[in-house]
Nanobody, 135 residues
Framework: QLQLVESGGGLVQPGGSLRLSCVASGFTLDSFAIGWFRQAPGPEREGVSCISRSGGGTRYAASVKGRFTISRDNAENTVYLQMNGLKPEDTAVYYC????????????????????????????WGQGTQVTVSS
């Protein structure tokens, strides 16, 4: 059974840090691009960051660039999202997702939650971890 499990969320004061982890079971992540998404109350799931299967390609939403860092450890089958300088507007449920990636797309990742973009589609999702930034 293919499964992604997020952890590391919690309550933190503004300016604080958290590191989210996304661990895969039932499959290995080294053939997948991984995205982090978040959803505050409402229908929209926002792309936060993504990393290519090689780890050489990364993207960030403008709202988190310079504060968040995505990384992957294929040996541990884990992708991380280091979040520094957290703000109240970062409060959301954070999800990781996996998109099967061919070798031709090994440097590519996208931050589109639904559908196929540039040959990538996030078909596997975790259950999410809550991040709350509040004083």
């Amino acid at each position: 059974q293919l499964q992604l499990v997020e952890s590391g969320g919690g309550l933190v004061q503004p300016g604080g840090s958290l590191r989210l982890s996304c661990v895969a079971s039932g499959f290995t992540l080294d053939s997948f691009a991984i995205g982090w998404f978040r959803q505050a109350p409402g229908p929209e799931r926002e792309g936060v960051s993504c990393i290519s299967r090689s780890g050489g390609g990364t993207r960030y939403a403008a709202s988190v660039k310079g504060r968040f860092t995505i990384s992957r450890d294929n040996a541990e089958n884990t992708v991380y999202l280091q979040m520094n300088g957290l703000k109240p507007e970062d409060t959301a449920v954070y999800y990781c997702a996996a998109a099967k990636s061919s070798s031709e797309l090994r440097e590519m990742c996208v931050m589109t939650a639904v559908g196929i973009t540039a040959g990538l589609a996030y078909d596997y999702w975790g259950q999410g971890t809550q991040v709350t930034v509040s004083s």
